[in-house]
């Protein structure tokens, strides 16, 4: 039986997996930015001619859910190796941020 | 006692907010997509002009470090609605990728 | 009476701008396509939450066009300062691109 | 003998280059600022691992070049689309922001 995936658990095995490659040199907070970037754009691409509503219907052709599956992969890769090397907790972050979001944006 | 954060509860909170200020009709897979792509630029921006080696301090200094962290949020913020709304599982998306990268790039 | 403007006309302005202000040391070619990517970004966010007919009416408000038109103008600016760095001729690198996508893409 | 290229002139080619292919329903204000960021992005990716030393030096390996090239060529395209569909003048545009910026920035 396997345990349920966490944040920490994939965050370990792509460390694990830039130090067998020695990428780690190139993993600078700069660098993986500017990958977390070049990701999201990525997916933008696979949108960027689509009407609204062809964009709500790109899971239902199985290549392209692949694709956007992947992309989405890979931004979340990029993002939690930043998040490893700055010692920042994504989900923490992200609560947080909610917080302030809804001092910010009152609901009606 | 709190219990601990997990994406799928950050989902519920991020759904409930965007429920109660009626944004649901602005978030397509389109939109979210360009919302992400703006947010990880407003990440590449603190970096832009840094050298690899002061891009590696950015979080010496309070300020800077709270930009970068809640710059942070906003990404995984968009990623996760995208996830809501593709019905894609983030974690297991780029525990798959890493499977197929480790194929992809044999470890010397 | 002011002469016509051109391009290389704009990157003497853009190249004494930036000299004036020692600014040269941080125009690499990787922080200039940094900034460009940005720039690029700081257009999308303003058309993020539009649909396809709101954004072609984004003109007819005198403060979103001042907006738009200020930020092409900063994405022409990282544009040109990058070909003045690397030595690109960008209208001739458009003029060929476009000759090799007629080859690439013959109209019906 | 061939005139010079201008900016007017890439604008027509590129117009009749859609016109012929049907493609100017794409082209909304949106979707052409959705392709210019993809576009921009292209061109970081060529620079994202790169050292600012090793980014200094992309023109000297051929193949490295044309694919500089080619993606400064992708940007400027929809860059003039996007000017042509909302009728800016993108010289007159960056000539303006530049002497806003040095009244904003002045040299020391």
């Known amino acids: 039986m396997t345990e349920p995936l966490d944040v920490a658990k994939l965050q370990c095995r792509l460390a694990e997996f830039a130090a067998a490659r020695n990428w780690q040199p190139y993993h600078t907070p700069k660098n993986?930015?500017?990958?977390?970037?070049?990701?999201?754009?990525?997916?933008?691409?696979?949108?960027?001619?689509?009407?609204?509503?062809?964009?709500?219907?790109?899971?239902?052709?199985?290549?392209?859910?692949?694709?956007?599956?992947?992309?989405v992969a890979d931004v979340l890769a990029y993002l939690l190796q930043l998040c490893e090397v700055l010692e920042i907790d994504p989900l923490a972050a992200l609560d947080a941020k909610i917080d302030r979001n809804e001092r910010r944006f009152p609901a009606p």
């Open 32 to 71: 993986l930015v500017a990958a977390l970037s070049v990701e999201a754009s990525e997916l933008v691409e696979i949108f960027q001619w689509l009407t609204p509503e062809e964009s709500m219907r790109v899971m239902d052709d199985p290549d392209t859910a692949h694709r956007v599956t992947d992309e």
